[in-house]
């Protein structure tokens, strides 16, 4: 009962203010805020005060009740106004591999001259990250999320909020992104990496031409092609220079899918990431060959991230809502 009056009421809300865009500062109308279970408590202490007071003609005890109501009241506008003006720069759902927690970096910021105590981020019932905004700069927070199998997690939306001053009341509000985390599958097993592809062996198709990796420069020999000569250099007063290069299809691994035909494909999709991750980290070229998709040999970050999403994504298909599901 708990989870379905909490999904209509996440409905509901978003119904009522549409789908956000970044930049987003937070006004009024999208700002919520009830009594906590300490807020609860401390309302029930002032009631029996103002009873207890009331029936024993007690001015010390009806003062105090009077004096703890309007502290409570203006925790109640400081707990809000924490909120109030907050901007919502621009969250970004980062990468991570399945059965680990993946990240979601939230960029707040407030205006000049506010400093903003204890934001809370969160998306849905996963642990807040927790942060002060300078009065004019922006933080980054970096609330957790599950990812329990390889593809696409889709993160309806995210909560920020705000105990602050006293832990009586609590503000939030829901920000509505379209925000998706890739999750690729798990970097393990126990098979050892193909060999390297040398130039008799290599597929010429798998080769990239006018890629070729910098080396740098080297003097000048015998029988070097006056092409490679680098005469910039040579014209500023420097030595006869040579422009040298690694080809990358000379030396390269191959990861195919088809050249697994022992496992699974979840254990072939964890075995390719195993094998891409492990390149990567010694800085060797490499391609990725999976059926419908073949990634070009090449190195760094941004060839990881594309031939780990390839093996996130294989096999799945998005639904009518727009969510990766496995087919």
Same mark, same amino acid.
């Given at each position: 009962?708990?989870?379905?009056?909490?999904?209509?009421?996440?409905?509901?809300?978003?119904?009522?203010?549409?789908?956000?865009?970044?930049? #987003?500062? @937070?006004?009024?109308?999208?700002?919520?805020? /009830? &009594? *906590?279970?300490?807020?609860?408590?401390?309302?029930?202490?002032?009631?029996?005060?103002?009873?207890?007071?009331?029936?024993?003609?007690?001015?010390?005890?009806?003062?105090?009740?009077?004096?703890?109501?309007?502290?409570?009241?203006?925790?109640?506008?400081?707990?809000?106004?924490?909120? #109030?003006? @907050?901007?919502?720069?621009?969250?970004?759902? /980062? &990468? *991570?591999f399945a059965l680990q927690d993946g990240n979601v970096q939230v960029t707040l910021a407030s205006d000049a001259g506010l400093f903003r105590h204890r934001i809370e981020a969160t998306v849905t019932e996963e642990p807040a990250a927790v942060a002060d905004i300078p009065g004019a700069g922006q933080r980054v927070l970096v609330p957790p999320v599950r990812a329990p199998r390889r593809g696409l997690v889709a993160i309806a939306r995210l909560q920020i909020a705000s105990r602050h001053p006293f832990g009586l009341f609590r503000a939030w509000t829901w920000v509505h992104l379209p925000l998706e985390m890739i999750v690729y599958p798990r970097a393990q097993g126990s098979l050892p990496m193909p060999a390297i592809a040398g130039p008799q062996s290599g597929d010429r198709s798998m080769r990239m031409t006018g890629t070729d990796e910098w080396l740098g420069l080297r003097p000048f020999r015998d029988g070097d092609s006056p092409r490679q000569v680098a005469w910039k250099a040579y014209a500023r007063g420097a030595p006869l220079l040579v422009k040298e290069y690694s080809a990358i299809g000379s030396e390269l691994r191959v990861f195919d899918f088809q050249s697994l035909p022992d496992l699974d494909t979840e254990a072939r999709l964890e075995q390719l990431a195993r094998w891409v991750v492990e390149a990567e980290a010694r800085g060797e070229f490499y391609a990725l060959v999976v059926p419908g998709e073949q990634i070009d040999p090449d190195h760094g970050p941004a060839h990881r991230h594309r031939c780990l999403t390839a093996l996130a994504l294989h096999g799945l298909r998005r639904d009518s809502h727009g969510e990766a599901a496995h087919s």
């Amino acid at each position: 009962m708990r989870r379905f009056l909490r999904e209509r009421l996440a409905s509901w809300v978003r119904r009522r203010q549409g789908p956000d865009h970044p930049p #987003l500062t @937070l006004h009024r109308r999208r700002i919520y805020i /009830l &009594p *906590t279970r300490a807020g609860v408590g401390f309302g029930f202490v002032l009631f029996f005060m103002l009873i207890a007071g009331l029936n024993y003609a007690n001015s010390t005890v009806l003062f105090l009740a009077f004096l703890f109501s309007g502290f409570a009241l203006v925790s109640m506008h400081q707990c809000h106004r924490n909120l #109030l003006g @907050l901007t919502v720069v621009g969250a970004e759902a /980062l &990468p *991570t591999f399945a059965l680990q927690d993946g990240n979601v970096q939230v960029t707040l910021a407030s205006d000049a001259g506010l400093f903003r105590h204890r934001i809370e981020a969160t998306v849905t019932e996963e642990p807040a990250a927790v942060a002060d905004i300078p009065g004019a700069g922006q933080r980054v927070l970096v609330p957790p999320v599950r990812a329990p199998r390889r593809g696409l997690v889709a993160i309806a939306r995210l909560q920020i909020a705000s105990r602050h001053p006293f832990g009586l009341f609590r503000a939030w509000t829901w920000v509505h992104l379209p925000l998706e985390m890739i999750v690729y599958p798990r970097a393990q097993g126990s098979l050892p990496m193909p060999a390297i592809a040398g130039p008799q062996s290599g597929d010429r198709s798998m080769r990239m031409t006018g890629t070729d990796e910098w080396l740098g420069l080297r003097p000048f020999r015998d029988g070097d092609s006056p092409r490679q000569v680098a005469w910039k250099a040579y014209a500023r007063g420097a030595p006869l220079l040579v422009k040298e290069y690694s080809a990358i299809g000379s030396e390269l691994r191959v990861f195919d899918f088809q050249s697994l035909p022992d496992l699974d494909t979840e254990a072939r999709l964890e075995q390719l990431a195993r094998w891409v991750v492990e390149a990567e980290a010694r800085g060797e070229f490499y391609a990725l060959v999976v059926p419908g998709e073949q990634i070009d040999p090449d190195h760094g970050p941004a060839h990881r991230h594309r031939c780990l999403t390839a093996l996130a994504l294989h096999g799945l298909r998005r639904d009518s809502h727009g969510e990766a599901a496995h087919s």
